[in-house]
Nanobody, 123 residues
């Protein structure tokens, strides 16, 4: 079982950067894929990026390609979402989630969830 805690959200100006962290407690973290999802007000939750247990990544949001990257540090039980060139349309609550093995695009496939962290892009 894993417990996930997101951090790093906040207010940033358009064009700015943020790094979100997803810290996990529990065993066997390295065997889990970790996905980042986001939910904007009035919209459905959507997949952003995922990193598998073997380090491969999958991008589920075309709007973030070239701007967002994902990485993991198994020694620290942490996954990072680096977000650059942020836009107002990136405003959302960002969640990380864990799934044993490989990445999948649907949030309903994931076993464990964090509580979310708010990202606001505004001048």
């Amino acid at each position: 079982q894993l417990r996930l805690v997101e951090s790093g959200g906040g207010l940033v100006q358009p064009g700015g950067s943020l790094t979100l962290s997803c810290a996990a407690s529990g065993s066997n973290f390295k065997y889990y894929a970790i996905g980042w999802f986001r939910q904007a007000p009035g919209k459905e939750r959507e997949g952003v990026l995922c990193i598998s247990s073997t380090g491969g990544s999958a991008n589920y949001a075309d709007s973030t390609k070239g701007r967002f990257t994902i990485s993991r540090d198994n020694a620290k039980n942490t996954v990072y979402l680096q977000m650059n060139s942020l836009k107002p349309e990136d405003i959302a609550v960002y969640y990380c989630a864990a799934l044993w093995g490989g990445c999948l695009p649907r949030f309903s496939d994931y076993e464990y969830w964090g509580q979310g962290t708010q990202v606001t892009v505004s001048s």
